[in-house]
């Protein structure tokens, strides 16, 4: 390990350069190519990368200086030498144009890049912008961009969307010049963005709340890696308030954001509004003597999203039973023979074929809400999810286009997928896909139970222990073997009609299964 001192590398022509954010603190650990500094001139904004991996020691500038190349950055303790990176650059576009028939915008030079990912479009049409507000982000492998636009003016036609590749010179979007606006400064994008539309104001920053939540109407002023930094922790930039120079966004903004959110959300408050009272803290141990036990890392994963799917899914939860008196003949009969084949042949296997062939007869409950929650998405397969129960926490295989599927197979599928999962063998890729999903704790007990919904799927039917009944056949009481179904639907895809009509086709279907075989 070895002190090594980091400089200022070639800029280009550029000297005592704005030194806008400083991206590092001593003692923060880093890697090669991660960004140490933004720099500012007229032109450009540029992040100036580390050459090398490894810890800061000393840190030679402030937010406010001016450095040209040459200049010493920070100190490094290394690690690992790497070679020396060069800075990324935000391109800004070319001198302003006024005209009062609509503009061409165009991609300005952006240095020696093709192609290049749009990764974000900042704009619409309607829009009124100033110049200088960002049209665009692009991002390669190196560096993200912003696109200022050349002139103020009202947007009339956008020729690009995400997920487009742009190069130097390609059509941006049509702009009906604002003879009227001045040249405004890049710096100042708040403003910006509030006077370019004043039908949109920014709202007020509410004093509770430490980091401002703001609406900045297109314009973010914020560098490749807070950029990056954000995107990962899934944090919207827009509603984020700069604290940096000049109002940039700074790391330390995105971190208080998600810091408060994350309080917020804790709190029961977040997006859902729930406004609860904090969980209760309590001392067990003045109570007697208690053992704690981490949570195992199954358990800590399946809560996580069975708290959510409970919180976020409003659930209605049916309860039938289905008379299975000649099912259960039918599989006493055949479970010595299927024995003999090493096949253990329990009622789940025919509730897993009935319900894939009742989910063909009602598509919907086999449905998902798209990721928007604007449109539902049908699947052509059934995929039957089946929760098992091991030591180390519920897992869910599936089996795949169960309603294709005879009943021995699926008893065999299920046999061998319970055990390995119950050993801990099985793979990621084999639970995901489900359509359906089914919960047994008929080999335990209960009379009923509410299963939780596994989304995105829309339904799960939770079983429980069958149980002789004496039932009316019109005439006299009957003995009959009743299965308890517990049926949990996603109320936002299916009304408790739909479901009360598909809980009813399920249980005839149970009840008279020859007619289904046949
Ligand atoms: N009513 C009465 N008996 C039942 C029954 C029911 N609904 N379902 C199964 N049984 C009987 C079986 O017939 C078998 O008896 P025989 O050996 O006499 O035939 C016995 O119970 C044991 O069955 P099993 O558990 O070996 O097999 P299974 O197919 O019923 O269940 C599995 C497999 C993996 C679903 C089960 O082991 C399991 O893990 N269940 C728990 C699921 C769970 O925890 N769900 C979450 C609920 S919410 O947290």
Request: charged fraction near 25%; proline fraction near 6%.
């Amino acid at each position: 390990m070895a002190l090594q001192d980091v400089f200022v590398p070639d800029i280009g022509n550029y000297k005592n350069v704005d030194i806008i954010e400083v991206l590092v603190k001593i003692g923060d650990e880093i890697k090669a190519e991660q960004s140490l500094i933004s720099l500012e001139t007229d032109k450009a904004t540029m992040e100036v990368p580390a050459p090398i991996a490894g810890i800061v020691k000393a840190i030679k500038v402030k937010v406010g200086d001016k450095v040209s190349q040459g200049d010493l950055i920070l100190q490094v303790e290394t690690m690992d030498a790497k070679a020396t990176a060069t800075p990324k650059e935000e391109t800004k576009a070319e001198a302003p144009v006024q005209n009062d028939t609509p503009q061409e915008l165009r991609v300005p030079d952006i240095g020696n890049y093709k192609n290049v990912n749009v990764i974000e479009v900042a704009i619409k049409v309607g829009d009124v912008i100033k110049k200088e507000q960002s049209l665009l982000t692009l991002e390669t492998d190196k560096a993200t961009m912003e696109v200022p636009s050349s002139m103020s003016g009202t947007i009339t036609e956008i020729k690009i969307k995400a997920g487009d590749k742009v190069s130097q010179g390609d059509l941006i979007g049509l702009i009906k010049a604002d003879s009227t606006s001045t040249t405004v400064t890049p710096t100042t994008q708040k403003q910006t963005a509030s006077t370019a539309a004043p039908s949109k104001p920014t709202p007020a920053i509410p004093a509770t709340i430490a980091t401002p939540i703001i609406n900045n109407n297109g314009y973010i002023h914020a560098g490749p890696a807070v950029r990056q930094f954000a995107r990962e922790l899934g944090a919207d930039l827009s509603r984020i308030g700069g604290t940096g120079m000049k109002g940039r966004l700074t790391r330390e903004d995105v971190v208080r954001f998600v810091k408060a959110e994350l309080t917020k959300a804790a709190q029961g408050g977040g997006g859902a509004g729930l406004n609860l009272l904090p969980d209760p803290q309590v001392d067990f141990a003045e109570f007697g003597s208690v053992k704690i036990e981490k949570l195992p890392r199954i358990k800590k994963i399946s809560g996580a999203n069975l708290y959510r799917n409970w919180v976020r899914i409003p659930h209605i939860t049916l309860f039938d039973e289905a008379d299975i008196t000649d099912l259960e003949a039918l599989r006493k009969a055949k479970k010595a023979e299927t024995e003999q084949q090493g096949i253990k042949l329990t009622p789940l296997a025919f509730l897993v074929k009935v319900v894939a062939s009742s989910l063909k007869e009602y598509p919907l409950i086999n449905s998902s809400l798209s990721n928007d929650g604007e449109s539902l998405v049908h699947k052509d397969y059934v995929h039957v999810g089946v929760a098992v129960d091991t030591p180390n926490g519920l897992y869910v295989p599936v089996i795949r286009n169960a309603d294709q599927k005879g009943i021995l197979n699926i008893a065999k599928e299920l046999s061998e997928l319970s055990k390995r999962a119950k050993e801990g063998k099985i793979k990621p890729e084999e639970m995901k896909g489900g359509t359906f999903t089914i919960s047994s704790l008929g080999s335990l007990g209960s009379t009923a139970f509410t299963p939780i919904i596994n989304m995105p799927e829309v339904g799960i039917l939770g079983v429980s222990k069958s149980e002789i009944k004496p039932k009316w056949d019109g005439a006299e009481f009957k003995p009959r073997l009743m299965l308890p179904l517990s049926l949990s639907l996603d109320h936002r895809v299916v009304d408790g009609a739909e479901g009360a009509r598909f809980l009813t086709f399920l249980s005839k279907a149970l009840a008279n299964l020859s007619e289904l075989l046949l």
